[in-house]
């Protein structure tokens, strides 16, 4: 059975938010490609990959808002949001919570305002240093936050406040959701739960394939990969500074045009991409060979960069 939840707007407010980034990020790209190559050219193009970081998230956090959905069956109630699955046996509930008995486990215990998961950290740190960024960066602040009541964890994926949620109470964590039809849900639960299961499940939160790579939680080839990334735009800076300073043709290099010092910037941009794909390729069977192509692409770059302040030279 499928329960959706509770109705709210956030999904809403989120899509708007990231219509809003994505019609900025257009503007930006007009102006770029509308302004004459200078050194304001090369800063519009850094803030326009800058914007492309809150745009992806509000983006997750009006698919994840979309998208959450309560499912349950004999073995497990499932909690869906964008990608993610999140499971709670229905052997595993010891208890179940609602209203008062939420209120009673509130009192005296400070309220986490924002997101909070794998996705939303860096959210999560910003809104606790400023609270007044919440109504920026926060949609769907039920969604994924964590807190800890008389000494339990409890994961709210839900889209109403604590007090509305019904809170599901396991020896691990309590888990707090907002089904449009509580009562219903409550009852099919209690049938469900009188069948019996058809097998045995575990509490697990299921992110998809990527989002469990191995590579994102080593430091070492994602600096590599941070400093290929890093090493095109030093590359794209220098051209476009020392762009409007040559003369039309290069002395240097034959005569030839000078807007041909932005093959080095791109040389460095399709180095990066290709060594990149295979580094991803590769990574989990190979991780030195992942190292030494992440590591050959900014060595190119290096090499790029002196190749371009030579032709550049004044």
């Given at each position: 059975m499928t329960f959706k939840p509770a109705p709210f707007l956030e999904g809403r407010r989120a899509a708007l938010a990231a219509s809003l980034l994505f019609l900025l990020n257009l503007l930006l790209l007009i102006v770029f490609f509308a302004k004459p190559v200078?050194?304001?050219?090369?800063?519009?193009?850094?803030?326009?990959?800058?914007?492309?970081?809150?745009?992806?998230?509000?983006?997750?956090?009006?698919?994840?808002?979309?998208?959450?959905?309560?499912?349950?069956?004999?073995?497990?109630?499932?909690?869906?949001?964008g990608p993610v699955r999140q499971t709670i046996p229905l052997g595993d509930i010891l208890e179940i919570r609602r209203g008062e008995a939420v209120a009673i486990w509130?009192?005296?215990?400070?309220?986490?305002?924002?997101?909070?998961?794998?996705?939303?950290?860096?959210?999560?740190?910003?809104?606790?240093?400023?609270?007044?960024?919440?109504?920026?960066l926060c949609y769907g602040p039920e969604l994924g936050t964590r807190r800890v009541l008389k000494g339990r964890r409890v994961n709210s994926l839900a889209s109403q406040p604590l007090a509305d949620q019904i809170l599901l109470v396991t020896a691990e964590r309590s888990y707090g959701i907002s089904p449009d039809a509580p009562d219903r849900f409550l009852v099919a639960l209690d049938e469900l739960h009188e069948l019996g299961p058809t097998h045995l499940t575990t509490q697990q939160r299921h992110w998809p394939t990527i989002a469990r790579w191995p590579l994102w939680q080593d430091p070492v080839l994602m600096g590599l990969l941070a400093a290929g990334f890093v090493g095109f735009l030093v590359?794209?800076?220098?051209?476009?500074?020392?762009?409007?300073?040559?003369?039309?043709?290069?002395?240097?290099?034959?005569?030839?045009?000078?807007?041909?010092?932005?093959?080095?910037?791109?040389?460095?941009?399709?180095?990066?991409?290709?060594?990149?794909?295979?580094?991803?390729?590769?990574?989990?069977?190979?991780?030195?060979?992942?190292?030494?192509?992440?590591?050959?692409?900014?060595?190119?770059?290096?090499?790029?960069?002196?190749a371009l302040l030579s032709v550049t030279r004044g």
């Open positions: 200078a050194g304001s050219t090369f800063f519009l193009f850094v803030l326009g990959l800058l914007l492309w970081l809150p745009l992806l998230y509000v983006a997750w956090r009006a698919w994840a808002c979309f998208t959450l959905a309560y499912w349950i069956d004999r073995n497990e109630i499932t909690v869906v949001y509130q009192q005296d215990e400070p309220e986490v305002q924002g997101p909070n998961g794998e996705a939303d950290w860096a959210v999560e740190r910003l809104v606790q240093r400023w609270p007044k960024l919440a109504r920026w590359l794209l800076g220098v051209a476009i500074f020392r762009f409007t300073g040559l003369p039309y043709a290069l002395p240097l290099w034959d005569n030839l045009d000078r807007r041909l010092i932005f093959i080095f910037p791109a040389f460095g941009l399709a180095v990066w991409l290709i060594n990149g794909a295979w580094g991803l390729v590769v990574h989990r069977r190979h991780r030195i060979a992942a190292a030494l192509l992440f590591g050959g692409a900014v060595a190119a770059q290096l090499a790029a960069l002196v």
